[in-house]
């Protein structure tokens, strides 16, 4: 089955610097890879999604990359804030109508 | 999007004793979907809730140990069965609303602690 990989586990940055999390995934039938943002005691939040068929999206600060050929996709955040601050997850799906798997998740800490 | 509501929000049990947890969204759904997530770690599905049929379960998780039910397009029970100190968790209803795009939406989580 799928596999997902996220790196770093954690991340530190000042704010108004940029923040990269990466991950990668096993199966190349995964067409679908979204993000969540996770604030501590609630339910993970879509932040930003993007398809097979697309190389990059971009909303206002945050920016997701996709390369498949080599299996692996970024979130991007610019001038971070500390609003920011909270535990980022990566998932892939393999076709619409299927769960997601998840990456183990990236906390990020933005300090003013 | 779908608004995904969830009971208990949380709830602390006795070890050996069964709990339901509920998940309700305003808004007929097609993929409903339930995931367990241990403290600080990801989230790991538990089982695809079919509608009038019996749930499909991931590898690891049993329909014995986690009873799950969809009796309607709307609505979904997980049942932890005979709880242990292991399966302290936040346990999460999640639906999708347009099956062709493969967007989850995720309630609030229902946090379990067993003593």
């Known amino acids: 089955g799928e596999n997902v990989e996220q790196h770093p586990s954690t991340l530190s940055v000042q704010e108004g610097d940029s923040a990269v999390i990466k991950c990668t995934y096993s199966?190349?039938?995964?067409?679908?890879f979204p993000w969540y943002k996770q604030e501590l005691g609630k339910g993970p939040q879509l932040i930003i999604d993007i398809r097979s068929n697309v190389g990059e999206k971009k909303d206002q600060r945050i920016a997701v990359t996709l390369n498949k050929t080599a299996k692996h996709f970024s979130l991007h955040i610019t001038e971070t804030q500390p609003e920011d601050s909270a535990v980022y997850f990566c998932a892939a799906s393999i076709q619409a109508g299927t769960a997601l798997i998840f990456g183990k998740g990236t906390t990020l800490s933005v300090s003013s | 999007s779908a608004v995904i509501s969830q009971k208990p929000s949380r709830d602390i049990c006795q070890r050996g004793t069964s709990l339901t947890i509920q998940c309700q969204v305003d808004?007929?759904?097609?993929?409903m979907f339930w995931y367990r997530q241990q403290p600080g770690q990801s989230l790991t599905l538990i089982a695809t809730?079919?509608?009038?049929?019996?749930?499909?379960?991931e590898s690891g998780f049993v329909i014995d140990k986690f009873p799950i039910s969809r009796p309607n397009l709307t609505f979904s029970t997980l049942t932890v069965s005979n709880m242990s100190p292991e399966d302290s968790s936040i346990y999460l209803c999640?639906?999708?609303?347009?099956?062709?795009?493969?967007?989850?939406?995720f309630g609030e989580g229902s946090r379990l602690t067993v003593l």
């Open positions: 199966d190349s039938a995964s067409n679908y």
């Open positions: 809730a079919n509608q009038g049929s019996e749930a499909t379960y």
């Open positions: 808004s007929q759904v097609t993929m």
């Open positions: 999640s639906v999708g609303v347009r099956p062709n795009t493969g967007e989850l939406f």
